[in-house]
């Protein structure tokens, strides 16, 4: 298929370009200590992924670890409520450790093992990556630093604890603002001086070259079998498939098997409170071509032009900027992005479950709110949601919050 003058057929042989590049966005701007460490990387990556000894391991990790595939499932009762479109959900929530992460953790880990690693650093915010590197960390027999801001650590308690008991040294940031960005600082400065014996292992398809093309390969695994698993449900292609957008792992990893197909695809930002800057995290739908973290991409500026503060009501959405392929395929308009707000996506939670017994994380949630207003302006078709987590993360504060719905 060719969209834009881009061939789909032959898209993965050329993006990234062999600098890390989708287009304009991507690359690798870091110190040249930092360089040094991602060649190795990238040249460990490109040697490893085609050996079969690897792709094997994987496969088996994938099955008796993780518990792939996981399946689709047919939402009856919430396609019933929305007219004539036919809604599915490809059911991440049923990973291991209950989302779409431990799928490149898992990748990540593999390769530390094969690069002769023995440790794995990384930062955390929500927590979230932190659990499954943690896992990941204790299935290889790897050792696990985790940066924490010290406010993060209060506020996501049980994930603190499940990191401790999966073994991983949780490492308390209290500088600066003592949240994510100064977390990101602190385990960047650990890897820079002992880049030898560690690999760092980031939590989405963002960073420099190779991380976003790494982890969107991880996790194309998503994509692989639900366009298969959809076929043979259906016997057809859905009419559109939704994920949502925070750096974009999930989405990449759905999106990437659909790319090359007559498929509409839909990436959801989190529109939070609504569309002032500070209120939201939906970077690809409101920001301007920029680099942070060692990237570019299109990003949310502050009057300086720095990285601006975020919010949505999805912690794991909370990001100013996406990986450098969304920016590429929003600029090609292959994919297209659009916003949902903390109220939509909370209506969406409290709907799944109870039309369909199936509580999802509030980032999945903004994907089904999205399939719930696409599937109305549809006369027919399907929709296939990437349902990216569960959400018992989330029930305390939901509750807490909005009370039950
Ligand atoms: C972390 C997380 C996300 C957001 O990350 P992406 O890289 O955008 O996929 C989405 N859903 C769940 C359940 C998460 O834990």
Known sequence: MIHNGIEFDTYFKNYPDENGYFGKYGGVYITPELKAAMEEITEAYFTICKSS???????????EFQGRPTPISYLERLSGKLGNVQIYVKREDLNHTGAHKLNHCMGEGLLAKYMGKKKIIAETGAGQHGVALATAAAYFGLECDIYMGAVDIKKQAPNVSRMKILGANVIEVTHGLATLK????????AYAKDYKNCIYCIGSVLGPHPFPMMVRDFQSVVGIEAREQFLSMTGELPDAVVACVGGGSNAMGM???FLNDPVDIYGVEPLGRGPALGDHAASLTYGTEGIMHGFNSIMLKDENGEAAPVYSVSSGLDYPSSGPE??????????KYDVIDDDEAIDAFFTLAKLEG???????????????KLAKTMSHGS??????????????????????R
């Open 326 to 335: 969304h920016a590429f395929l929003h600029d090609l308009g292959r994919v």
């Open 383 to 404: 929709i296939l949601v990437n349902l990216s987590g569960r959400g018992d993360k989330d029930m305390d504060y939901v509750i807490e919050k909005y009370g039950i």
């Open 358 to 372: 199936i509580i999802p994380a509030l980032e999945s949630a903004h994907a089904v709110a999205y399939a719930m």
């Open 182 to 189: 100064e977390a990101v600082d602190a385990a960047f400065e």
């Open 255 to 257: 999106f990437s098997g």
């Open 53 to 63: 000894k690897f792709i094997s391991e994987l496969r088996k990790i994938r099955k």
